[in-house]
């Protein structure tokens, strides 16, 4: 069963377009991470939010944690080629020994 | 800044052989982790380890083991190669969690098949 589901799973979009990723679980979660993933690299951490509700910017990327803790979202404005890969949001549950559970993954490609 | 490596960018084994995959990290963590990575299924936990000779099974753990003996190294071994186990293996090595700080650190990433 997975915990996180990801939607969707695949986009192609042009450049200067925005776009929102959606990370949807029935599970509670005490955090959730973002991570973006470039081909033949490992993911990379791009954000952690930790309460209900929070909104975090990182230059055109936009990031909430629903109010419940059991959702998140993504949101790009302006998308350029370089936000090509891809993202996977990553959830922590209390009393699960600290591990993340992961989502199924976005793949986004913005050409030009 | 932090170093994941892993022996292997490509691997290619034959079905029942006996296949090791290693992880190095140089950032003195004390858990590390082996995931593996499918298209549609995001990343799977195989085994992690809070710390050296520490492991646990992770949520598919079948047909794998691992070993820490050291700090540094966290080794995935696949007992008898299947080919179902064909993959991408990602290694990921954290701090030891203090104030919800999860932040993992990947490494590049092993492509194995197995025919």
């Known amino acids: 069963t997975q915990l996180l589901e990801q939607s969707p799973q695949f986009l192609s979009i042009q450049e200067g377009e925005n776009l929102t990723v959606y990370c949807n679980s029935s599970?509670?979660?005490?955090?959730l991470q973002w991570y973006r993933q470039e081909p033949g690299e490992g993911p990379v951490l791009l954000v952690t939010v930790v309460t209900g509700g929070e909104v975090k910017k990182l230059k055109r990327l936009t990031f909430q944690f629903g109010d419940a803790r059991k959702d998140s979202s993504l949101h790009i404005t302006a998308a350029q080629p370089g936000d090509t890969g891809l993202y996977l949001c990553a959830g922590a549950r209390t009393g699960t020994a600290s591990k993340l559970t992961f989502g199924t993954g976005t793949r986004l490609q913005v050409t030009l | 800044d932090v170093k994941v490596t892993q022996s292997s960018r490509y691997l290619v084994k034959r079905t029942g052989e006996k296949v090791f995959l290693e992880c190095v990290q140089d950032m003195d963590h004390e858990n590390m982790f082996w995931y593996r990575q499918d298209p549609g299924l995001g990343l799977r936990l195989i085994y992690f380890s809070y710390d050296v000779k520490m492991k646990e099974k992770g949520d598919i753990p079948e047909g794998y083991s691992v070993s820490r003996e050291k700090k540094e190294r966290f080794s995935l071994i696949l007992e008898s190669a299947s080919t179902n186990q064909t993959s991408m293996y990602l290694c990921?090595?954290?701090?030891?969690?203090?104030?919800?700080?999860?932040?993992?650190?990947f490494g590049p990433g092993t492509r194995l098949t197995v025919t």
């Open positions: 599970s509670v979660f005490s955090s």
């Open positions: 990921a090595s954290r701090k030891k969690v203090l104030r919800g700080d999860y932040e993992q650190y």
